[in-house]
């Protein structure tokens, strides 16, 4: 059984810092892509931030500049070090995990970040 846990989301001051971390473990044999993805009250889910195998990233163009995407394959990690936070920030962060082995894509169960004004 796959599972995504996500960590690191809370409240923060505008300008302030979080990194988000989201772990897998279960039979995910082989990996496309991960990413972040948010969703605000009343708004679609967006995706945020995605790092594919290869290490190539994309952006959201409201977090370019401000958030970074990383990796770590041997703890089967996903990262997202969020600066500069500004109170849009505001919504339930999720990971995502495509696989290919399985063909399938994974979803975390969400972290809230909360960035005060």
């Known amino acids: 059984q796959v599972q995504l846990v996500e960590s690191g989301g809370g409240l923060v001051q505008a300008g302030g810092s979080l990194r988000l971390s989201c772990a897998a473990s279960g039979s995910i044999f082989s990996i496309n892509a991960r990413g972040w993805y948010r969703q605000a009250p009343g708004k679609q889910r967006e995706l945020v931030a995605r790092?594919?195998?290869?290490?190539?990233?994309n952006y959201a163009d409201s977090v370019k500049g401000r958030f970074t995407i990383s990796r770590d394959n041997a703890k089967n990690t996903v990262y997202l070090q969020m600066n500069s936070l500004k109170p849009e920030d505001t919504a339930v962060y999720y990971c995502?995990?495509?696989?290919?082995?399985?063909?399938?894509?994974?979803w975390g169960q969400g972290t809230q970040v909360t960035v005060s004004s």
């Open positions: 995502k995990v495509e696989a290919t082995v399985p063909l399938r894509d994974y």
């Open positions: 790092i594919t195998s290869g290490g190539s990233t």
